[in-house]
C-alpha cells in the first residue's frame, strides 16, 4: 500500500505547482514598458503597469506542464498629437488568461476626455492595444520556459502510473453519509416526487446518484473543484467559485449557478446547483463526496431535484463538462 503522506512522490499522480504571480508582474511591466505607436501626427506609449492581480501559476501533472492564468491588469498610457493637445489615461483589462493568446477585452479611459483627445484615444484602440496584445501573447509560453525547471520531476524518478479505472454508477443506497446533507431553498423530495418552482409550477424530479474514481488524492480534487485558477482551466472560461459557505457561484458564463451550502475540506462540497434552461427558481442539491483509497480517490456524486426528461442530459454535463476535462487537463484518469 502506497504511503499516504508522500504523495508528491508516488507514481506522479502528484500536483507540483509554482506561484509566478510577481514573475508575472515584472514580465507584463517589461513587455509593455514604453511601447510606443504613431499615426497621423499622433504619438501614444504605455507609462507604467499599475496593477497585475489574480493568479498566474504553472503546475505540472503527469508531466504534463500547465501554466493557469487568470490576471486583472490596469496600465496607464499618455499621448499628445502634433499641434501640442495632450491626453493620457488608462487601459483596464478585466482578463488576461490562459487561453487569450495574445486576445483579451480592454476598456480604456481618458482624463477630463473632450473632443480634441477624442482623437489621441483612437489611437490608442487602433495601434496601441494592437502592440500590447502581441507583446503579452506570449506569457504563458514564456512562463513555462522560465519556470519549468522549478516544478517538473523527470519520467525517471517516477513510478508507472496506475490503470485509469472507470466511472461507476451506484444506487443512493449505497453511498453511507454520516448525516442528512442539507437542502435548497427549493425543496426537493424523493425520486420521482414533486416539486415547485418560485412561479409555483409542480416539477417531477428524480435523484442522481454516479461515483468516479479519480488518479490523485481526496485534497487535490476538493481544491481542483473550489480553486478559481484551477476551475478556470477546466472550464476553459473565467468562474465565478468562492470557497465559503453561503457564496454565490456560476459557471460556464452562466450555465451553470448555485449556492454553496456545506464545505468539509477534502472530504464533502454540498451545493445548490441548476442550469441555466430549468425552469426558473428549480435548484438541484449536489452532495460530492471524497473517499481516499491507497492509490486513487472514489468521488460520490449525490444530486437531488433533477427534473424529469433531464436525467441524460445532467448526467452527460457532469461527464463531458467536469470530469472529463478534469482528467484531461490535470491527468487524473482515462477519458471515458
Not at 510577481?22 to 517589461?30: M, Q
Request: glycine share 6%; aromatic share 8%.
Amino acid at each position: 500500500m502506497s504511503n499516504m503522506s508522500n504523495w508528491k512522490n508516488v507514481n506522479n499522480w502528484h500536483w507540483t505547482s509554482k506561484n509566478c504571480l510577481n514573475w508575472a508582474k515584472e514580465y507584463l511591466k517589461e513587455q509593455s514598458a514604453n511601447l510606443i505607436a504613431e499615426d497621423n501626427g499622433i504619438c501614444v506609449q504605455i507609462n507604467d503597469l499599475t496593477e497585475c492581480s489574480g493568479d498566474a501559476e504553472l503546475n505540472q501533472r503527469k508531466g504534463k506542464l500547465i501554466p493557469i492564468i487568470d490576471l486583472n491588469l490596469e496600465l496607464t498610457w499618455s499621448g499628445n498629437t502634433s499641434d501640442d493637445n495632450e491626453a493620457k489615461g488608462t487601459i483596464k483589462i478585466p482578463e488576461l488568461d490562459s487561453g487569450s493568446e495574445g486576445d483579451f477585452d480592454f476598456e480604456i479611459t481618458v482624463e477630463e476626455e473632450n473632443d480634441s483627445k477624442r482623437p489621441i484615444k483612437e489611437v490608442v484602440r487602433t495601434h496601441l492595444i494592437p502592440l500590447l496584445k502581441e507583446q503579452f501573447k506570449n506569457l504563458g509560453n514564456d512562463m513555462v520556459e522560465t519556470h519549468s525547471k522549478d516544478v517538473k520531476i523527470e519520467s525517471s524518478q517516477l513510478g508507472p502510473a496506475t490503470p485509469p479505472r472507470a466511472v461507476t454508477p451506484i444506487e443512493p443506497s449505497q453511498i453511507h453519509t454520516a448525516s442528512t446533507p442539507p437542502r435548497p431553498a427549493t425543496p426537493t423530495t424523493s425520486n420521482s416526487d414533486t416539486v415547485k418552482s418560485s412561479a409555483q409550477k409542480i416539477i417531477n424530479t428524480t435523484n442522481i446518484s454516479e461515483v468516479v474514481e479519480l488518479q490523485t488524492s481526496a485534497d487535490q480534487i476538493y481544491e481542483t473543484l473550489l480553486d478559481p485558477g484551477r476551475v478556470a482551466a477546466w472550464t476553459r472560461s473565467r468562474p465565478d467559485i468562492f470557497r465559503h459557505v453561503g457564496s454565490v457561484f456560476s459557471l460556464f458564463d452562466g450555465n451553470v449557478t448555485g449556492t454553496m451550502v456545506e464545505l468539509v475540506q477534502n472530504e464533502k462540497i454540498v451545493q445548490t446547483w441548476r442550469l441555466k434552461t430549468w425552469p426558473e427558481g428549480h435548484f438541484s442539491t449536489v452532495t460530492i463526496k471524497f473517499e481516499q483509497a491507497s492509490d486513487f480517490t472514489r468521488v460520490h456524486i449525490n444530486q437531488e431535484g433533477v427534473p424529469i426528461g433531464e436525467v441524460d442530459a445532467v448526467r452527460n454535463n457532469w461527464q463531458s463538462y467536469y470530469w472529463n476535462p478534469i482528467k484531461n487537463v490535470f491527468g487524473y484518469g482515462a477519458l471515458i
